[in-house]
């Protein structure tokens, strides 16, 4: 079985420049993770594959 989180940007999600706001791809990992995983925030990397934009 595979799980999948799906997550439409709003607008509350955009910055200045159009795009999601960095701090927001953080939030949705936390929020796409199961609860019983423990998550150390002080060694994280996050790698963008492309832009998030408002349809």
């Not at 607008?11 to 936390?30: K, P, Q, S, T």
């Amino acid at each position: 079985m595979e799980n999948i989180y799906k997550y439409t940007a709003v607008r509350r999600d955009i910055d200045a420049n159009h795009h999601v706001n960095n701090v927001n791809y953080l939030e949705f990992a936390y929020d796409a993770l199961p609860e019983k995983i423990n998550l150390n925030f002080e060694n994280l990397e996050i790698f963008y594959k492309k832009q998030i934009k408002l349809r």
